[in-house]
């Protein structure tokens, strides 16, 4: 599984918050992951769909969602509807000073992720208010505008939504995946591994996925491919490390999956 570093997996660019803005229709490149940080995702449209620990949600309607540090997670959207959203992510120190009234307030995280649905001019309003946080300079108000997020979020939490049951072998493979993507894996001895049938474990990852187990695979070696291109590092050393058979079948995948040659791409890139 994918994990942040200390910096909270954005380099040096922040240490305590982070915001940012996506608009479009296709996400980041992303895989099921889990990082040290609070992070709450404002969508305020888009046909998304987002896996949690132990419940799917999949709707088209604006909607929160919410995370505590190291809550696995995996949210993706179809290509059918805008995608919009605002990240809002902060360190768990970050407001320390508000401890006594903050534990109460964090029990909207939950144990493995919320997901609350939204009016679209609501979450409009929300996404107002982060982007004032994003301007703020003074770490005093960013910590006193988060704790008024925090208590709006509060407020308009519905405990009778739906929830869809997430299944735990869909969840324990993609778990698998994101540790051992570098090696060779077979669903079939994956689905062994799990107690399950192959055909069960191909046919869910597909559904609570949005994409075939061999897709998502190359995903995962393909992101860490990209940040080894970034680095500098040779075809053969990327291919390696990331799980590819050799460096022609790395150049074959990454130019399907991308539409041009690793060494153009980085080209490109610089």
């Known amino acids: 599984m994918t994990v942040a570093t200390a910096k909270y997996g954005f380099g040096d660019k922040w240490k305590d918050i982070w915001i940012d803005n996506y608009e479009g229709f296709y996400p980041n490149m992303s895989d099921y992951h889990m990082h040290e940080y609070f ?26 969602v919410l995370l505590r540090p190291n809550t696995p997670h995996y949210i993706y959207c179809e290509p059918d509807i805008l995608y919009s959203r605002t990240n809002l992510c902060f360190s768990k120190n970050f407001t320390e000073d508000f401890l006594p009234e903050l534990h109460r307030i964090l029990n909207i995280f939950g144990e493995n992720g919320t997901v609350i649905a939204v009016d679209t001019e609501k979450i409009k309003d929300y996404v107002k208010i982060v982007n004032k946080i994003k301007d703020e300079e003074n770490p005093l108000r960013q910590k006193l505008l988060i704790m008024y997020v925090l208590s709006l979020v509060s407020d308009n939490m519905n405990e009778n939504e739906e929830i869809t049951r997430l299944p735990r072998y869909v ?24 107690g399950i049938g192959r055909t069960t474990l191909m046919q869910g990852f597909k559904k609570y996925t949005g994409t075939t187990f061999n897709e998502y695979l190359l995903g995962c070696r393909l992101k860490r491919a990209v940040i ?17 058979t050799d460096a022609p079948n790395f150049i074959r995948s990454f130019k399907r999956h991308f539409g041009t040659t690793p060494n153009m791409w980085r080209r490109n890139s610089n």
């Open 39 to 64: 992070e709450i995702s404002f969508i305020v449209s888009g046909n998304v769909n987002i896996l949690l620990t132990d419940s799917m949600e999949s709707s088209t309607g604006s909607k929160i």
């Open 171 to 194: 969840t324990d493979a993609l778990s698998y995946i994101g540790t051992h993507y570098t090696q060779k894996i077979v669903a079939s001895e994956l689905a062994e591994k799990l």
């Open 228 to 244: 080894m291109l970034e680095e500098g590092k040779k075809l053969w050393e990327i291919a390696e490390t990331c799980g590819f």
